[in-house]
């Protein structure tokens, strides 16, 4: 099956910094969704971005569907920034739409 | 405009009962998802269904799990005879189809003691 691979697996942050999360893709896909998992476990959908970039308040995304990856940029970071984020991408199947997530970024944003 | 809705957020059952998992798609979308993360992991897939069909279950053990996604009500992901491994938090999204975004519950966290 598909290999999703996210990178850094963690990383801690002082606040007001910007950052980079990665997410890597071994095949060709149909979708990919970025998410943010918060300390309290909720899943909060961030960017629906098969293709190109798009831009929410501080954070933007780009995914490049041609060399599989997709960039996840978070500017002037807060505290509740902090916890989980994921990219899940879907493959053309049969049916529907269903996710393979990555292994996620854990992000700390310290004061 | 609810989202996609599910209960009980928190379960607890001990070892060898029953545990019910309901979820409630958002408006106007026909196709649930259930997914499951283990501790300290990522979130799989387990079985994708539309109404009174399960189209894809390659993510579901094959033993004790089962879904429905009947005409009337909700989703219902059942797990008899629940272990301890069973324990995570188990998410349910809906999307109106393939090439739709997925829409994501806040979860239940089932616990087994």
Known sequence: GIQVEQSPPDLILQEGANSTLRCNFSDSVNNLQWFHQNPWGQLINLFYIPSGTKQNGRLSATTVATERYSLLYISSSQTTDSGVYFCAVEILTGGGNKLTFGTGTQLKVEL | ?113
């Open chain 2, 1 to 113: 405009n609810a989202g996609v809705m599910q209960n009980p957020r928190h379960l607890v059952r001990r070892r060898g009962q029953e545990a019910r998992l309901r979820c409630s798609p958002m408006k106007g979308h026909s196709h649930v998802y259930w997914y499951r993360q283990l501790p300290e992991e990522g979130l799989k897939f387990m079985v994708y269904l539309q109404k009174e069909n399960i189209i894809d279950e390659s993510g579901m053990p094959k033993e004790r799990f089962s879904a429905e996604f009947p005409k009337e009500g909700p989703s219902i992901l059942r797990i008899q005879q629940v272990v301890r491994g069973d324990s995570a938090a188990y998410f349910c999204a809906s999307s109106q189809g393939q090439g739709d975004a997925s829409l994501f519950g806040p979860g239940t966290r089932l616990t087994v003691l």
